[in-house]
C-alpha cells in the first residue's frame, strides 16, 4: 500500500506507533537484557543492543519520510552499527546501550519537533497539492477541446523549462504556438503562454536581461491566470509574473488534457508551488 | 599567502591545532627525555598539520580557479526561485545579497543568498576568493545539487562568489 492510498488519519496512527516503538526498541532490549543476567543467563550482552539498532532504524525512516530531511535521524543507524559491533562486557555493554538509547529518544524529539510532520501524499509527488488542484479545477472548463498533440506540447515544455532545459524550450514552444490548437474558447492565450515562456527561454538562455518591451497576458484574460495582473507592480515584477502565469496555464492545460503526462508533470509540483507562491 | 597565482588561506582550526600540538611537543620535550630523543620526527610531524591544509587549500583553490571560466560560459542567469530539484546538475549564475554566512572558520563556508524571488543555500567547498559578509550583493557562479546528495532540496555547489556591490547597509 502506498502512502496516497492510506488514509491521513491512518498514516498519523502509523507514525505515532513507530516513535513509541523507537524508545521501547532501544531501551526495553537492553531492560529485558538486564532483567536476563539477574536471574543468572549471562547471554553475550551486545545482542541486546539489537533493540538499539531497531530504534536507529525507525528513526532513519522516520527521518526519511518527511519532506525536510534530517541528515543526523538519517544516520543513526550507521551509528548504532560502530558502536555495537564490538563484542563489549556487560557494564560496558549496558552503559554504552542506555546512553544510546536515551540519545535516540532525544533525537526523535528533536526530528518532531524541528523537521516536521511527515510528508503527506502531496509532499510525496503522489497527488497534487491543494492550492494546484484549486487553480487547475478553476481553469479546467476553459480548455477543454483542446488537442492532445497541443497539450503534450504543454507537458514537455513545460517540464523542459522546468529542468533548465531552455533551448529545447524555446525550439518546442515556438513549434507548439503555431501548431494546431483545436476548437478552443482561448485559443490565443494559450499561444500567448507558449510564447511568453518562448521568450523567456531565450532569454534566460543567453543570459540577457528583462527587454524594453515584451509580450504580455491581456486584462481580459486575468480569469484565466493564476496571479491576475496588480497595478502595484513594476515592470520587473510584471515580467516575471507573465513567465509564471504562463507557466501555470501551461502546467494546468497539461493537467487537464494529456493524462500520460501527469507522472512528469507530478514530479514537477515543488517548482508548481513556488510560482504559486506557497 | 600566495603560491603561484593561488591565495592560499589556512583555517583558524587548522591553526588551533598546530599551535594546541606545538605547545603540548613542548611541555612534553621538556618532561620527558624520551620524547626529546623523538623531536627529530616530532617538529616535522607537527609541520605536516600546517603544510597538510595548505597543500589541501591550494589543490582546491586552483582547481575551482581552472573551472571558474567553464562556468562563466556555461551558466546561465536565472532567478533564484526557478532552481528547483530538476535542474540537478545544471550550471547557474545567481544574483542576490548575502542574508547568512555560515562556517567561514571552517574555510567550508555556506551562504544564504535571497533575491526578489527567493533565498537558497549556497555552499562552497573551499575558502572564496573575496570575504563576502552578511549584506553584500554578489554574483554565483555555481551547480544546482541536492543537499544531502541522493536527497533533500536543491542547494548551489558555489563555484565562485563574488562582490557586485559593497555592503547594503
Known amino acids: 500500500m502506498t502512502i496516497a492510498d492510506n488514509p491521513p488519519q491512518l498514516d498519523r496512527i502509523n507514525e505515532r506507533y513507530l516513535e513509541i516503538a523507537i524508545p521501547v526498541a532501544s531501551f526495553g532490549a537492553t531492560l529485558a537484557g538486564i532483567l536476563l543476567w539477574k536471574m543468572g543467563f549471562e547471554i553475550n550482552f551486545q545482542f541486546f543492543a539489537i533493540g538499539c539498532v531497531i530504534g536507529s532504524c525507525l528513526l532513519a525512516y522516520l527521518a526519511w519520510i518527511r519532506p525536510k530531511k534530517d541528515i543526523v535521524g538519517l544516520s543513526t543507524p550507521i551509528y548504532a552499527i560502530i558502536f555495537f559491533v564490538v563484542p563489549t562486557e556487560y557494564t560496558v555493554g549496558v552503559t554504552l546501550q542506555l546512553l544510546y538509547a536515551v540519545s535516540l529518544t532525544i533525537l526523535l524529539i528533536r526530528?518532531?519537533?524541528?523537521?516536521g510532520?511527515?510528508?503527506?501524499?502531496?509532499?510525496m509527488g503522489k497527488e497534487l497539492a491543494?492550492?494546484?488542484k484549486t487553480y487547475i479545477e478553476q481553469t479546467s472548463g476553459s480548455?477543454?477541446?483542446?488537442?492532445?498533440?497541443?497539450?503534450?506540447?504543454a507537458a514537455v515544455v513545460f517540464v523542459q523549462f522546468t529542468h533548465g532545459e531552455y533551448k529545447e524550450a524555446v525550439r518546442r514552444a515556438g513549434t507548439a504556438a503555431i501548431g494546431q490548437m483545436g476548437d478552443v474558447e482561448h485559443a490565443a492565450t494559450v499561444v500567448?503562454?507558449?510564447?511568453i515562456l518562448k521568450e523567456h527561454s531565450a532569454l534566460i538562455d543567453k543570459s540577457l536581461p528583462r527587454p524594453v518591451t515584451y509580450e504580455v497576458f491581456r486584462p481580459e484574460e486575468s480569469a484565466l491566470l493564476a496571479k491576475p495582473y496588480l497595478p502595484a507592480y513594476d515592470d520587473d515584477h510584471e515580467f516575471y509574473a507573465m513567465l509564471d502565469n504562463?507557466?501555470?496555464?501551461?502546467?494546468?492545460i497539461a493537467w487537464n488534457n494529456s493524462k500520460a503526462d501527469r507522472p512528469h508533470l507530478l514530479a514537477c509540483q515543488a517548482f508548481v508551488l513556488?510560482?504559486?507562491g506557497k | 599567502m600566495k603560491i603561484g597565482k593561488v591565495e592560499v588561506k589556512v583555517s583558524i582550526i587548522a591553526i588551533a591545532v598546530f599551535v594546541f600540538f606545538t605547545i603540548l611537543l613542548l611541555i612534553a620535550s621538556v618532561y620527558s627525555p624520551d620524547v626529546r630523543s623523538q623531536l627529530i620526527w616530532l617538529i616535522p610531524g607537527l609541520f605536516m598539520l600546517l603544510v597538510i591544509p595548505i597543500a589541501l587549500n591550494y589543490m582546491s583553490r586552483s582547481e575551482y580557479a581552472d573551472l571558474e571560466p567553464l562556468y562563466e560560459a556555461q551558466s546561465k542567469t536565472v532567478r533564484i526561485k526557478m532552481i528547483n530539484a530538476g535542474m540537478v546538475g545544471k550550471a547557474v549564475r545567481i544574483e542576490g545579497v548575502v542574508e547568512q554566512v555560515h562556517f567561514q572558520f571552517l574555510n567550508r563556508p555556506q551562504y544564504t543568498v535571497a533575491d526578489r524571488s527567493g533565498a537558497i543555500s549556497v555552499k562552497m567547498f573551499t575558502t572564496p576568493n573575496e570575504d563576502v559578509k552578511v549584506n553584500d550583493v554578489v554574483e554565483v557562479l555555481g551547480q544546482v545539487i541536492q543537499r544531502y546528495i541522493v536527497?533533500?532540496?536543491?542547494?548551489?555547489?558555489?563555484?565562485?562568489?563574488?562582490?557586485?556591490?559593497?555592503?547594503q547597509e
Open chain 2, 151 to 167: 536527497t533533500g532540496d536543491p542547494v548551489v555547489n558555489c563555484i565562485s562568489i563574488r562582490k557586485i556591490i559593497k555592503r
Open chain 1, 274 to 276: 513556488k510560482l504559486l
Open chain 1, 192 to 195: 500567448r503562454a507558449f510564447n
Open chain 1, 111 to 115: 526530528l518532531k519537533y524541528r523537521f
Open chain 1, 143 to 153: 480548455f477543454t477541446g483542446i488537442c492532445p498533440e497541443t497539450a503534450h506540447d
Open chain 1, 246 to 252: 504562463a507557466l501555470l496555464l501551461l502546467f494546468s
Open chain 1, 130 to 132: 491543494d492550492p494546484i
Open chain 1, 117 to 123: 510532520k511527515p510528508g503527506d501524499a502531496a509532499s
